[in-house]
């Protein structure tokens, strides 16, 4: 009776997918620790969120997409609660010490890249006059990133660390940190990378009176830019010093449209702290455009002829 066995097999087959089927992921406890942090000053946080982060109350350690995700939020809180109690070391300690590699070990290289960028972004923002501490972070993580070769995340930071060398006006050290990484950017061809680093180095040339290579620098930026997608903030910050370079060039006009399109895209992202100085000097090449103007005029004899 060969119809048997088909019907067997076909019953056999429905069934293997429902005995395979994962149960849902149970982080509840995870979920109650990361609320009970948020409820407590940041010196009792600390503790909390690294018991998250260990997982160390489960029978086995849980690395699932919404325990990922979870322990993502309990890092960048972390971060934040470290730097709320000034211990700025100990940030460096937990992405480099043994609790941050058990985590970073069972993620991706992309989203660890992308995480060690966030942590130090929330430094920088929450800390930006300790520019020592931001440079011996930066330094202590491009020292571990070099011994466990992740070259993507040492680009990421040694860029970072060259916009922290900008703002100590370290200018010698940031070009040559720029230099020898737009040499490995290049044979890369990282556009996004490429895009900030050759801004960086706009600014640095500008900041040292070379206006042509800060014009160089500034076309090779935008030239990477036509390529990719480039978000509305960096954007914003190549067209503030496209007018800048034509501020100093006396080109009014065009800096003014430059200073206004860095304006409005700051102005629809609610970051009134960079759109109100773009205001300013769109206010100013306008005051400017018109007296080169008025004084051309006067050169020619058009004003008190009479």
């Known amino acids: 009776m060969p119809s048997e066995p088909v019907a067997m097999e076909v019953e056999a087959a429905e069934e293997v997918p429902m005995a395979n089927v994962d149960e849902e992921e149970d982080i509840q406890d995870l979920l109650d620790m990361v609320d009970d942090a948020s409820a407590q000053p940041p010196e009792k946080q600390i503790p909390i969120l690294i018991a998250v982060i260990k997982d160390e109350v489960a029978p086995q350690v849980r690395y699932g997409p919404k325990a990922v995700f979870l322990k993502e939020k309990a890092v960048y809180d972390l971060t934040r609660a470290y730097c709320a109690t000034k211990e700025y ?3 460096v ?3 480099t010490g043994a609790t941050g590699k058990a985590f970073f070990d069972h993620i991706n290289k992309a989203k660890c890249a992308k995480l060690v960028r966030q942590v130090l972004d929330i430094v920088c923002s929450l800390a930006p006059d300790q520019l020592d501490m931001q440079e011996q972070i930066c330094n202590n993580i491009i020292t571990w990133t070099q011994a466990e070769k992740r070259t993507f995340l040492r680009q990421r930071v040694e860029a970072k660390l060259a916009s922290i060398l900008f703002l100590q006006k370290d200018y010698g050290t940031a070009i040559a940190l720029i230099d ?4 490995e950017l290049k044979k890369l061809d990282d556009k996004q990378l490429l895009v900030e680093t050759h801004l960086m ?3 640095v040339h500008f900041a040292l009176r070379n206006v042509p290579k800060a ?3 500034l076309t090779a930026s935008r030239t990477a830019a036509n390529a990719i ?3 509305p903030s960096l954007q914003a910050s190549i067209d503030t010093m496209s007018g800048t370079i034509h501020t100093q060039e006396g080109d009014y006009s065009t800096a003014h449209s430059y200073f206004l399109e860095a304006f409005e895209q700051l102005d629809q992202m609610n970051a009134r702290d960079q759109a109100v100085p773009c205001l300013k000097y769109m206010m100013l090449c306008r005051i400017l455009d018109s007296l080169n103007k008025a004084l051309k005029l006067s050169a020619k004899g058009g004003v008190g002829k009479h």
């Open 89 to 91: 070391n100990e940030v």
């Open 93 to 95: 300690e937990f992405l």
């Open 180 to 183: 020898r990484l737009l040499r």
């Open 201 to 203: 180095e706009s600014k």
């Open 215 to 217: 014009k160089a620098a």
């Open 229 to 231: 997608y480039v978000s």
